[in-house]
């Protein structure tokens, strides 16, 4: 057991990496890479605990990593949509089991280098793909979006629009959020960078271990020094403000920890730091104009704080007619519509993780992460030590990525989401370590004999017990993700196949999906559509059946989704074509009330 440890966190790091090569939203099939590593990973641990006589220590630290989890159970009990909160739930879930497993691990300084290179990795390849997009994946793109006969030609024009501003997202969905990526790994690689450094300036080693003869290769210095050069070179190509705010946050967490305080009073350090804080305030002018506005112009289509105040007040909108439980995980992007404050702008997210969560989990989501994080604070003391460089490079990091949470919502997004969760486990892990060092109360009260009774109340509620309880619900988690995996992927096969006119194929793999998944309202539409679509070409079919049948489901995925005005739409022209005219008026109503600046569900367009 104990040689599959660095094996688990080969896994996790690997599963992070796959989700930045590969990102997307939370709905995106990448994420579950990160889950069934993250699941696993932790039953692996969990497991060696119980074989090793450290049942209680796993008990305490999966205590602290699931009581988040505690503060969302309202709003998964009471969403509007329980399909979209049992996605993003099971990514929360996989979040604490990242943090659970490190926790539980035993990590070596080397441990924490080879997170630190994974990521550097990661982040050189997305460096080379935003240089590869800027010279001509840009052009290439635009002409595969003009001939694509498949996109919807709202969608086509803004995409168009959007790749009109040269700003490159590389394999993010959006500009900003590779601009955050890049900043968040910057430290990493800027301690990287110091540590190959200080590597040739010492004298080798007489046994050299792997990173070591890595540190002191010739190539290493410049490799991580060109690297460090094209990421700066990215952040520019995204013309992103956020991402040029994280990195200001990200230098002042640095700063403040790595300068002494007696040398911000020497005159040559303040005229530094004046310089760089006038060069950023220059080039963030000169990126306004490059853009085609101020940011004081908040009419600008454009403007970074309009758009966001948009996503701000619909989110605020939301809170205040769904004050207590909100409208459930994932559902902000739902309910947008509805309470659009402009009538160009609809996105399924506010670019304020606080903000998002505040909508979708209301006020008792915040009151149980307060008593949590209290619960969690309890009798901790602060180390005595001062950060080390490592701490300081995963300080950093953590604070660009928290700065970006607020003009973002990096938790939705396992890319940006997973590294995050990963940076905060290594420092708290790494601090933990401190803190156990020099407490030596702890070392003896956990080497301390016990009585029988006491080992039986430990096994029922402090040991083994729990442990069994925890590795249960994982497994539980285990299978009820794969089936929602399954379904997916028959699902998205299935859509291929209808884009590609394969009806057959379709429907068979529609089945399959909804084999997995009997109650989704997307594979039930899914399949009733392809019932109509096998059937147009054979001249004794039963298309009233067939109506009948989509009509069941669309009102199905209406009382899965009461405020999707799509499928209201959709329901209405399906009961049109029945011939039920009054209540085909109604939902074309209902749909009109839940996006009104949507042109399609007005009623000359019908």
């Not at 309009?306 to 205040?320: D, G, P, S």
């Not at 925890?470 to 285990?478: C, E, K, N, R």
């Not at 029945?578 to 009109?592: I, P």
Request: glycine content about 8%; overall charge positive.
């Amino acid at each position: 057991m104990p040689r599959l440890k660095p094996f688990v966190l080969t896994a996790l790091l690997s599963a992070v990496a796959v989700n930045g090569l590969y990102p997307g939203e939370v709905f995106y099939q990448a994420r579950f890479v990160l889950l069934f590593a993250a699941f696993l990973g932790l039953l692996v641990v969990l497991a060696h605990s119980v074989k090793t006589g450290n049942a209680a220590r796993a008990t305490a630290v999966c205590r602290k990593s699931f009581v988040p989890l505690v503060a969302v159970f309202p709003a998964v009990l009471f969403s509007v949509n329980r399909w979209r909160t049992e996605e993003v739930f099971w990514l929360f879930l996989a979040y604490s089991c990242l943090f659970a497993v490190v926790q539980l691990l035993t990590l070596t300084e080397e441990a924490y280098l080879w997170a630190f290179l994974v990521v550097a990795g990661v982040s050189f390849c997305v460096e080379l793909h935003a240089l590869y997009q800027h010279l001509t994946g840009l052009s290439a793109l635009r002409e595969a979006v003009n001939r694509s006969e498949f996109l919807d030609e709202s969608f086509r024009s803004g995409l168009l629009s959007r790749l009109a501003t040269r700003r490159v997202f590389a394999n993010f969905a959006l500009p900003n959020t590779l601009a955050g990526f890049l900043v968040i790994g910057l430290p990493l690689q800027a301690y990287l960078f110091r540590r190959g450094v200080d590597a040739r300036r010492t004298s080798p080693a007489p046994n050299p271990g792997m990173l070591h003869r890595v540190f002191r290769h010739p190539a290493f210095l410049p490799l991580m020094g060109g690297q460090l050069a094209l990421l700066g070179v990215c952040l520019l190509l995204t013309k992103s403000f956020g991402g040029w705010v994280c990195l200001l946050v990200s230098m002042a967490a640095v700063g403040s920890l790595s300068i002494p305080r007696s040398s911000f009073r020497k005159p040559r350090v303040l005229a530094g730091l004046a310089g760089l804080l006038t060069l950023l305030v220059a080039w963030m002018a000169w990126l306004t104009h490059s853009r085609g506005f101020g940011l004081l112009e908040l009419s600008a289509a454009e403007n970074p704080i309009a758009l966001r105040w948009i996503n701000f007040t619909t989110a605020l909108k939301i809170v205040r007619d769904f004050p207590l439980t909100g409208v459930g995980l994932g559902n902000y992007g739902t309910l947008n519509p509805r309470y659009q404050s402009s009538p160009l702008f609809v996105t399924q997210y506010a670019h304020n993780t606080p903000l998002q969560l505040l909508a979708e989990g209301g006020l008792a989501l915040f009151l149980l992460s307060a008593l949590a994080l209290l619960w969690i604070l309890a009798g901790r003391t602060r180390p005595s030590q001062k950060p080390d460089a490592i701490q300081v490079a995963l300080i950093g990091a953590l604070a660009a990525w928290s700065a970006h949470n607020l003009l973002d919502i990096n938790l939705y997004f396992p890319s940006v989401g997973g590294l995050g969760i990963l940076i905060l486990a290594l420092l708290c892990k790494s601090i933990r370590d401190g803190w156990e060092t020099h407490s030596a109360t702890v070392r003896q009260e956990s080497h301390a004999p016990r009585s029988t009774s006491a080992t039986r109340a430990s096994w029922l509620w402090g040991g083994r017990g729990w442990v069994g309880l925890w590795s249960g619900g994982l497994l539980l988690a285990t299978v009820l993700v794969c089936k929602s995996y399954l379904a997916q992927t028959f699902f998205v096969l299935a859509s291929e196949s209808v884009q590609g006119k394969d009806y057959e194929r379709a429907g068979r793999l529609g089945r399959y999906a909804l084999f997995f998944e009997p109650a989704h309202p997307e594979i039930l539409i899914l399949n009733a559509k392809l019932d109509i679509l096998r059937a147009n070409p054979r001249p004794n079919s039963d298309k009233p059946g067939l109506l009948r049948n989509l009509r069941n489901a669309y009102e199905q995925a209406v009382k899965s989704d009461p405020f999707n005005a799509e499928y209201h739409h959709e329901l209405g022209r399906v009961l049109g074509a029945l011939g039920d005219r009054a209540e085909a008026d109604r939902m074309r109503e209902r749909a009109m009330q839940l996006f009104p600046s949507e042109g399609r569900y007005r009623p000359e367009d019908h």
